[in-house]
DNA sequence: CTAGATATATGTCAAATGCATATAAGGTGC
DNA sequence: GCACCTTATATGCATTTGACATATATCTAG
């Protein structure tokens, strides 16, 4: 039998880094954005990469991927969910790194201080087909689009990149920019009311140039949610 | 910062232990079963636990899940797919493990040959709920369900526990048996013809009781595949 | 040849969706 | 205050989708 597990000689066995990656992700001029990292040290020094870390001793990986966000731009709150993991032999040049990828949403709002802040951190369009990142990094954004896309229809994921209230004129916007297609207003507007995941506010938005939209919020139960 | 990422030193952080762990399902008259191995050693020797393995130094993740498939059942082919990653600092009493969970569907003839010719190996019902399992396999396995019940409207994955030719009433008691409910026959009947994923064999099948149903075969494209 | 059982096809209805149009409500400029 | 511009919101209608009931076809058993 290969491979045994005899851990008591952990020794014995090539090393393994578990990492976490963070795909951390907003719209932003109405494109979907990614939150990007110059790297300092080799390999890959001066290229982009998502932000990511070590998995802790003590932590478990959801917990590391919180901290992460934390680190990077100061938030522990916002949707979090596990979105991949990745492990080819050849992925980190130095040894064998398994990652973890998470994908977490933020509005645009939460995250322009904290990028602002750091010269090391861009917010660029999340397609980055053909940009040049660091390791597998393409590869998971692009996971992290597709999953994103494909949540769309039967979850609320999409007021995880909204502020606490919000037009349907927002909200709509969100979606197009995920689908990157038209959407249909009378028929998302429908679709919406009926789903339950807002409510109306009962207020309206500030400083319209015209009639002003109602302000709705997220129901209670989503705030933020895991999916396997 | 935290946990900084410098590997050319791995001893200096203490050991992590990657593993694949594999949930292998089949439909077994007209219910969902899943593969489970008597454990031999500590910990939880003589438990059922899902069948896995170390990832080998050489090997990507997906290949390590494969060959845990060809070690216990002999098959190289068939249905599988990443399913979620576990890495709760003490999952396992030994040291820290992290597992990346694959599940893997297979036709109840192929298994029931490997699972016959070896002892520490059961086919038991996937609902596991009250099932004392090792590690945290009871959630694994609940992970694994929700994710194929999630699927089935979407993808073909159905077609992966039927063997290479079928009658929609196999096809239809496989759906019933994921979803827990029963369908209507017309629609369900319309909706797989219209899926492009099946198609007619004009061969029919032989020695029914009664009037004899034709038989579907799956469409080429869509033998076995992946999604995040 | 007939009965019994199941496969397959069709018809109807309700719900969802797409699209067009009508009405409402604000601001702006006069 | 009043016309009018622009967007929000509501409504009507055709098309599509799916559930369900029912009809027809086709096999075996006897």
Same mark, same amino acid.
Request: proline residues 8%; hydrophobic residues 45%.
């Given at each position: 039998m290969?491979?045994a597990?005899?851990?008591y000689?952990?020794?014995?066995y090539?090393?393994v880094?578990v ?5 951390l992700?907003t719209?932003?001029?109405?494109q ?18 998502l932000?990511?870390?070590?998995v ?5 990986l959801?917990?590391?991927a919180?901290?992460?966000l934390?680190e990077?731009?100061?938030m522990t709150e916002?949707?979090?969910?596990q979105?991949y993991s990745f492990?080819?032999?050849?992925r980190?040049p130095?040894?064998r790194?398994?990652?973890?990828a ?5 509005p645009? %709002?939460?995250? /322009?201080? !904290?990028?602002?802040? $750091?010269a090391d951190l861009t917010?660029?369009?999340? =397609?980055? *087909?053909?940009?040049p990142l660091a390791f597998d990094?393409?590869?998971?954004i692009?996971h992290a689009?597709?999953r ?13 990149l909204?502020p606490d209230?919000?037009?349907?004129r ?7 920019a995920?689908?990157g297609t ?5 028929a998302?507007r429908r679709r919406?009311?009926d789903?339950?995941?807002i409510?109306?506010? %009962?207020e309206? /938005?500030? !400083?319209a140039a015209? $009639? ?7 129901? =209670?139960? *989503? ?6």
């Amino acid at each position: 039998m290969p491979y045994a597990l005899q851990p008591y000689d952990p020794a014995a066995y090539p090393p393994v880094a578990v990492t976490v990656d963070l795909v951390l992700m907003t719209v932003l001029k109405g494109q979907l954005a990614v939150l990007l990292q110059r790297r300092g040290q080799e390999p890959f020094a001066g290229q982009l990469a998502l932000p990511g870390s070590f998995v802790g001793p003590e932590e478990n990986l959801e917990m590391a991927a919180r901290r992460v966000l934390a680190e990077k731009v100061g938030m522990t709150e916002g949707w979090l969910e596990q979105l991949y993991s990745f492990g080819e032999p050849d992925r980190d040049p130095r040894m064998r790194v398994v990652s973890i990828a998470y994908f977490a949403l933020l509005p645009v %709002g939460s995250l /322009e201080a !904290a990028v602002g802040g $750091r010269a090391d951190l861009t917010l660029a369009s999340a =397609d980055v *087909h053909e940009m040049p990142l660091a390791f597998d990094h393409v590869t998971i954004i692009a996971h992290a689009r597709a999953r994103l896309r494909g949540k769309l229809a039967y979850s609320p994921v999409a007021l995880a990149l909204l502020p606490d209230s919000f037009t349907l004129r927002d909200l709509q916007a969100v979606h197009e920019a995920i689908l990157g297609t038209s959407l249909n207003k009378p028929a998302f507007r429908r679709r919406m009311m009926d789903s339950g995941w807002i409510e109306g506010t %009962g207020e309206r /938005e500030p !400083a319209a140039a015209f $009639r002003p939209a109602e302000l709705f919020r997220r129901t =209670d139960r *989503h705030r933020s949610r895991h999916r396997p």
